[in-house]
């Protein structure tokens, strides 16, 4: 697989939501982030997914849709949704099949021990289809607010 640039078409995907499918083509002439995370219920990806309910009314105003993936079911992703009470629709990726279209299907080393995960990775998507920044190895401490900084620069 080779790895994707900005500039190049975002990959194309239809993954299962809250309520119903979610497919790129839902997006069409809107930007849209999509974001990959571990996974529901964990300190990094909690926070990640605070930082971005925090700021989901400023996306909107931007006209800017937000999407977090993960692998986690649906039932998963309610009961997180529910308990940190988010903003931010989430979607289901059981396969992989969409992780590992954008790159984010990577392998990992905790403690000497190598094993494939998902890579924590930000997506900003323009309103013409085009991956218009890229973030790989994210840090979660405020890279929302850089994200929603790219996303009013389109």
């Not at 499918?21 to 926070?47: I, Q, R």
């Not at 105003?61 to 692998?71: E, H, N």
């Not at 992780?99 to 995960?117: L, Q, T």
Request: glycine share 10%; proline share 5%; net charge neutral.
């Amino acid at each position: 697989m080779s790895a994707l640039t900005e500039g190049a078409a975002a990959p194309n995907f239809e993954l299962q939501g809250a309520s119903g499918p979610v497919k790129l083509a839902d997006f069409a002439g809107k930007p849209l982030v999509v974001y990959f995370y571990p996974k529901d219920d964990t300190s990094g990806c909690t926070k990640e997914a605070q930082e971005f309910t925090a700021l989901a009314a400023e996306f909107a105003k931007a006209g800017v849709a937000l999407l977090g993936v993960s692998k986690d079911s649906l039932a998963s992703h309610a009961k997180f949704t529910a308990k940190y009470d988010l903003a931010v629709p989430l979607a289901s990726d059981p396969e992989g099949a969409m992780i590992e279209a954008y790159g984010s299907w990577v392998e990992k080393n905790m403690y000497g021990r190598k094993y494939m995960g998902i890579e924590r990775s930000t997506f900003l998507i323009g309103a013409d289809g085009k991956l218009a920044r890229i973030w790989r190895k994210v840090r979660v401490p405020g890279h929302a607010a850089e994200v929603l900084k790219a996303a009013q620069s389109l």
